[in-house]
């Protein structure tokens, strides 16, 4: 890997599914880039015309904070409508998704998993997959799939389910994932949530049991050209 981009959906995916990997490939020395497509936070109001959304500056500013621990070199914000991203037409995602493909020139992108039940990690992984197609002047030879606490897991009709077969092992970066996720004020949460910090640790402990290390996360190599 020279230059990563990972294209998440909401403000802490980019950090939920793989903020120990990133760490430790920028401590490598990669350069590694956020691309976050939708608002967050304003699918908790009944519509989104009543949401307060001086609430995402702060959430922005969160993430930036976030970003910044684990190593991301820049993080971008697109503001598609949180949680209603299937009310945009796909292809003019996929036109986001592809701009930021051409400005970063990334060799690995990292994304969702399609078989998550939130719908925007769904069209995300789509987008991803569709923007990157092998053709014509392309740079991007991997695309890994992340899990993401609480929604990859929440998924029970399993006709798509997370299938890992590729581990990093984070056993030394772990803690920045943690710490990270501290600076959503909005987004942490309590035991036994799934996205708080005992329960990411359990998950990280048992992906890293899978391969015989302490500490791991696990992803989904949806294609890799050599």
Known sequence: MNTVLVFAAHPDDELLGLGGTIRRIVNEGVDAHAVILAEGLTSRAAKRSDADFSELKELQDDARKAAKIVGYKSIDFCGFPDNRMDGTELLDIIKVIS????????????????????????????????????????????????????????????????????????????????????????????????????ALEALAKYRGSNIGVKLAEAFELMYEIN
């Open 99 to 198: 701009m930021y493909v051409e400005k970063y020139k990334p060799d690995t992108i990292f994304t969702h998993h399609h078989g998550d039940l939130n719908i925007d990690h769904r069209l995300t992984c789509e987008a991803v997959l569709t923007a990157c197609r092998p053709v014509g002047d392309y740079t991007v030879k991997k695309i890994y799939a992340f899990e993401t606490p609480s929604s990859t897991e929440w998924n029970y009709i399993y006709n798509d389910s997370f299938r890992p077969n590729a581990y990093f092992d984070i056993s030394e970066t772990f803690q920045y994932k943690v710490d990270g996720m501290a600076c959503y004020r909005t987004e942490s949460t309590r035991y036994p949530h799934p996205r708080s910090a005992e």
